[in-house]
Every structure is written in C-alpha cells, then in structure tokens.
DNA sequence: TAAGTAACGAACTAGCTAGTTAATTGTAGG
DNA sequence: CCTACAATTAACTAGCTAGTTCGTTACTTA
C-alpha cells in the first residue's frame, strides 16, 4: 500500500505520487507563467526530473494537465479557507477579519490568481467542466453569509446587499491589487504590491466594505 | 492628399488606409479572444479581406501587432475619458459621476478589458515599450485629484488617501465584475452583467466609494 | 523465482505557424 | 501614355509543438 518514498541515497527511485507531484507543480509555474496557449509541454518536461512521456503518462494531454494544475489551485485556497472561525468575533470585526484574510491569501499565492486570470481568458471553459467545481463555492460565502445575517439584526448593516455581492467586493479590490498590477504600475507609476504601502490598502479594504455595509 | 475612399461599386478598390484599419479590428477582436500566444496571424488574416502579407507589410510582425490593438484599446478609452467636467458638481456627486462613467466604460468596452488582462498576464513587457505609454496616466486622475481636493477642503473626504488609492478602488470594482465574470459565474452560478442586476451594482459602486471617502 | 504490471525514457512524426520570397497590379505625377 | 512606387497576392519554408511509438527497467505477487 504506503509508496517507497524514502530514498536509499543516490540510486533513482520510482515513485509515481513524488513524479505525479512534480509534474503538477511544474505545469502549474508553467501555464500560470505564460498562459494555456502560451505554455509548451516540452518545457514543462525539460523543468522536470522526468520526461514528456510522463506528463502524457498521467495526465494524458495538455488540457487535461492545465485542468488538473486549475483544480489543485482551487483545492489549495479552498483548503486554507475552512480554517476560519468567527462566530466569537462581533460582526463589523469579523467582516474585517474576513477580507484581511482574502487579502493575505491572494497576494501570498500569486500563481493562483494568474491562473484564474487565465481561465477568465478562456471565458472558463475548462472550469466549467471539472467535477470539484460544485464544492468550489464553498464555505467562503456560507460564513459571511451568517456574519451579514448576524450584522443586519443588530441594526448595523444595510439590508439590500448579500453574501455574494460583499465576497464581490472584497475580491474585486484583491484581485486587481494583485492581478493588474503590472499595467497598473507601468501606467501609474505605483508599485501595489510594494511592502510599504501593504498596511495601507489592507486597512483601506477593512473601511471601504464596512463603510458601505454600515451605510443607510 | 485625400484617399480615393468613395467606391465605384464591386471593382476592388486601393485604401492603405481602410486596410490597416480592418487589420487592426479583427486583430483587437483575435488578441482580446485568444491571447497572444493563442492569436492565429493566419487567422487573423483569414477574417480579413486583405491577405497575410499585409500584415507584415503595414505592422511587420506579430507583436507589433497585438502592441498596435493595444495601443490603439487604450486610445479608444482614453478618448473618452477626456471629455469629462464635473468642476460643476459638488465633491460627493462628482465622484459617483465619475465612479459611474468608468463603470459604464469596462462594461460597455470588453475587448479593452481583456487585453488588459493579457498584457497583465505577460506582466506588461509590451505596454512597458509602448511609445505613448507616457501620455496614458492621462485626465483621470488628475479630474479625481481635483475633486479630493476640493472634498477634503470642505472637511468631507478622509485625508489619508490619494487620487490613485480611489482610482484603484473604482477600477478594482468594474475591472473584476467584467474581466473575472465567468469564473464567478461557474463557481457561484451568478452572472455579474446580467442586466438585471446592473443598476444594484452601479449604485454599490457609488456607494462603496463615498462611504470610504466620508469615513473619519 | 518467474511472470506480470506499473513506471519510465529516447527518438520520432504529422501538422501547424510565424515569417518570407518574389511576382503582380493599381495609382499618381510628369 | 508611361514610369516609379505603393499596395496587394499567392505560394513557400524553416522551425516548432503536441502527441506517439516502442522498447526498457524496477517493483509486486503468486
């Protein structure tokens, strides 16, 4: 059952999980890098330790790979997400809570967000066919959903908005931090993603959504 | 001077011109579809009345290409920009004014949009060469500098934030609802330009920034 | 220990793709 | 009219790229 993973020292293992692994990871660099079209098979090979033989061993073609590197990038934020608790928090702190997290998570994995972009690209046309999509919802908007409910019935938050439209929000203002910054910083001359500033845009995002949640 | 424009009816007429204009629309419409990478010259040429060589002949390559539909987006959009006065208006409502005309804008121009997102993908290396890049940062944010300043003079805007922190805001917003539309919609099965919600969105919008702007 | 199977590697191929060559035609100025 | 040049066309090519073929090597199990 358990793989040999422990290596005996110089001689060449095999391993078809630490392979398999190595192939995701690459691929995952490669196409967020350069895009799906952009991306080639046999540079992904050349960047690993095994050959093209491999990639098309276990995951069969390009597409399938580009799939596969998509959904083990949802799965990774997705993992990090269910860790978060607060119920103990009133709602205006657990809201702020919320989106500093969404703001950490995303400049802390920039490979997954050029992805997105990517697939965005592609009107999600791959996205659309994969089999995690209907647990990708997930507990992100289930939990704020229950903050928001919490905030509306002590008085202090507005009522026309939901769950899907706060995550909107807060996603808008990290995707682009992070997404656009480039065009941005070429155009602009204003690095967002400089460490200097980041204190300042992580409070900026906290106001700008309880300033609007707590309007009217 | 003038080009021999006006036609005479079915005979084949010569419009330097009129061909690298044709050239230059189906292109923005190939780049903004498929990227750069998975942009077809031949195809490009194909959807074209003109053949492949005059793509070479007016723009002598691929990338020079896609930096011309690029340049030219931007332009386009710029264009538009220009012709905004909102001196006229008091600070709050000059801000929804303009909040609302970018909206409008990213919604009403998709191709700009998604060649955005693909020259963020490449990390801006084309737009970075760009001759007029200089010229770009443009009215925008000098129009929204004016008003924060006129804002805060009269003890109604937060100080701690400049035109571009407000600019990147407002940006932010419009730029995910179009550019990240159909991951959102695969994952929370809810269309962001879905007319119906259009006027929900344009408000929250406003909302959102004036709430920021008139916190403290 | 023999046989079967999972994991691996190198070389190959068919089709595509950016860019080119070279010849042709319309048009303006003399 | 006719000459020079701008605009246009069709066919070609060198190099690339996803996907394959076929054979080899380690590991498992009966």
Chains 1, 2 share one sequence.
Not at 83 to 90: C, R
């Amino acid at each position: 059952m358990a793989a040999p993973t422990s290596d005996t020292g110089a001689i060449k293992q095999r391993d078809a999980d630490r392979t398999r692994a190595e192939i995701l990871r690459v691929a995952t660099e490669e196409f967020a890098d350069k895009g799906y079209a952009g991306a080639r098979v046999d540079e992904i090979a050349a960047r690993t330790s095994t050959t093209k033989r491999m990639i098309y061993y276990y995951f069969t073609g390009k597409e399938q790979l580009y799939l596969a590197a998509l959904e083990n990038a949802y799965a990774v934020i997705r993992g990090l997400e269910s860790q978060v608790d607060v119920d103990a928090l009133e709602p205006a702190e657990a809201i702020r809570r919320l989106a500093e997290l969404t703001f950490d998570h995303h400049e802390s994995h920039p490979d997954f967000l050029r992805l997105v972009s990517i697939e965005n690209i592609h009107r999600a046309e791959h996205l659309t066919k994969s089999e995690l999509l209907p647990g990708l919802a997930g507990p992100a908007v289930e939990v704020l959903d229950g903050v928001l409910r919490r905030g509306r019935e002590a008085g202090r938050f507005r009522e026309d908005v939901d769950a899907l439209d706060v995550h909107m929000m807060i996603s808008s203002f990290c995707v682009f931090r992070t997404a656009n910054r480039y065009t941005f910083q070429a155009i602009f001359e204003r690095d967002l993603l400089d460490p200097k500033r980041r204190e300042h845009y992580r409070r900026m995002l906290g106001d700008m959504v309880l300033g609007f949640l707590s309007q009217d």
